[in-house]
């Protein structure tokens, strides 16, 4: 018996671990499947005013993700920027390989926002190609809150030259059109479908709302790994004691 005490203790402490961890996706697993049902309930929400400048500091952006907002202001056309975008389940009519079009968009107290106004082709680039869809003059935009984050490590690297970004960062953006980033929003507005824009570019409602939720999956796993090693435990110290009984005494 005293040659199964360190098997013994080893599986312990691994079964322990392995149970540990599947405790832990379990529990990551209602969580993510109540934050799905909470994102899914505001995306539907009444918007609410934007967040101004004296409430940046303190913005919990992870919190407000998909949360509806309005703001009004004026668009720089000149200074849009297009990002990369494959749009492979498109919920309007154009998809495929293009861009999503992020414009500067300027309110009256001064302060600016970049918003994300939609798909465009990627023949469609050239604003003189959808010159309708250049909306002068105030405008209001309903859209989502998004947080910004940085190209994916295997995307090519932004192309300011040429206007071709990975990244969906309005800092980056007010740097390399001079804009002041004190006075930029952190955040980006994905704006609605605008069914009575001029030509229907950009094409907007089209935010992709992913939660990868493997965690039952991950759980079954660590569980089926603890079972797997008790199982193995079992017949080892089975082999164990059947070889001492069989061996004689000295």
Known sequence: MRRLLFPAIATAIALAILLGLGTWQVERLFWKEALIARVTARMDAPPIPAPPPAEWAKLDLADL???????TGRFDNGREVHVVQALTEPKGRLGGFGFMVMTPLTTAEGWTVYVNRGFVPGDRKDPTTRAGGQLEGETTVIGLVRAPYDRAWFAPADNVGKNEWFSRDPALYAKAAGIDGGKVAPYIVDARFDPALPGGMPQGGETVVEFPNNHLQYAVTWYGLA?????????FARGRLRKERATPAA
Do not use: D, E
Request: proline share 6%; glycine share 6%; charged share 0%.
């Open 65 to 71: 993700q998909y949360q509806p907002v309005t703001v």
């Open 227 to 235: 079972a797997a090693l008790v199982g193995v435990f079992a017949v």
